[in-house]
């Protein structure tokens, strides 16, 4: 459907890449070799994704040509759909748990910030109630498409739209991006998971190859229990972050200080507005390299931008050094020649 109102452009990008590297048809590398994009609304804001997908190219392979995305993708977001899973969770949430109308949950996600037409809310609601419905053994069709396939490859996610509340479980195949069940629990214990693995694997009526989830302990012990002896792979991206918070936050508060260190360079900048002097131009320059340090932001996991920021500091403040003493090492020697 057209839109009356264009979206503005997102402000965060993500690269996802397919975590698994090896054809299911004939165990040989599947290449990267081409990207798909699509912009989400999410409750952290519009995100813009970028898919890098994954095919095999040996003649003769059962799943030759066949894009295989990455496992991550379906965490985020349903097939063909505009709004995140979080946001699509929330709305559930608001709906069964607190019994709000669709004007009430309208408003309390405009509230947080997600861009959202009345009329989208209903349709998310009804996503919801078939995502909970969808009985895998129901539907024909997708028994079909698991069978032509051989095997799934299930990912399993937990979305809780609010901290101490319901948690969205959805089971998926990553091979056909299909949701294969999803159920409301009040806790994420590994007991309460093991009824929901036991139950897809009984219902889809193929092997399941491997398990692919962020790694959380109780999600670990369940996949052990319910599907033993099926491998189950961590998802690079999840779990880099999981595991790379502390260190993300300590970094974070690092910056924040050392922010605070640097305050005084606008003073020094409304000092030297407008000279043209030499030593102006020079004291320009550092002021500079320092407000170009600040806002030089990498992304979380990967970099870590207060450790970043007290580097190119140190570079200002060793230059500054090396200035003070050729200074000084002049002043000698004409001290000495005069
Ligand atoms: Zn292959």
């Known amino acids: ?7 503005a452009r997102p402000e965060r990008e993500r690269v996802l890449v397919p975590a698994r590297q090896s054809c299911l048809g004939c165990g040989g590398h599947m ?4 990207e798909n994009r699509r912009s989400l609304v999410t409750l952290s804001g519009s995100v813009r994704l970028r898919l890098r997908i994954r095919r095999c190219e040996a003649p003769g392979c059962s799943r030759f040509h066949l894009p295989y995305r990455p ?6 977001a349903l097939p063909q759909h505009e709004f995140g899973l979080d946001v699509i969770a929330l709305v559930g949430v608001l709906r069964h748990r607190d019994h709000r109308s669709v ?3 309208h408003a309390a996600l405009q509230g947080r910030g997600v861009e959202i037409a009345e009329r989208s809310v209903t349709n998310l609601l009804d996503r919801y109630d078939e995502l909970l419905a969808s009985a895998l053994t129901g539907t024909r069709r997708l028994r079909r498409v698991l069978k032509a396939q051989g095997g799934v490859i299930l990912a399993l996610d937990g979305l809780q739209p609010d901290v101490g509340h319901e948690v969205l479980w959805v089971l998926r195949d990553c091979l056909s991006g299909e949701v294969l069940l999803a159920r409301s629990l009040l806790s994420s214990r590994s007991e309460d998971l093991v009824p929901l693995l036991e139950e897809v694997a009984a219902a889809v009526g193929v092997p399941i190859l491997g398990v692919i989830s962020d790694g959380q302990t109780s999600i670990r012990r369940a996949v052990a229990e319910a599907l033993p002896g099926v491998p189950h792979q961590l998802c ?3 779990f880099l972050r999981e595991a790379a918070h502390p260190v993300f936050e300590a970094d974070r508060n690092a910056k924040k200080e050392l922010k605070k260190r640097v305050r005084g360079v606008r003073r020094i900048e409304r000092s030297v507005e407008g000279s043209e002097e030499p030593a102006a131009e020079v004291a320009r320059g550092y002021c500079a390299a320092v407000r170009s340090a600040i806002t030089d932001d990498g992304q979380a996991p990967l970099a870590a931008s207060g450790l970043k920021l007290r580097s190119r500091l140190q570079a200002v403040a060793d230059s500054l050094d090396r200035v003070a003493e050729k200074g000084a090492e002049r002043r000698r020697s004409r001290g000495c020649a005069d």
């Open 1 to 7: 459907m057209a839109r009356l109102s264009a979206r």
């Open 103 to 105: 004007p009430e949950i």
């Open 236 to 238: 690079h991206f999840h």
């Open 31 to 34: 290449r990267l070799r081409y």
């Open 71 to 76: 496992e991550a993708e379906g965490a985020i």
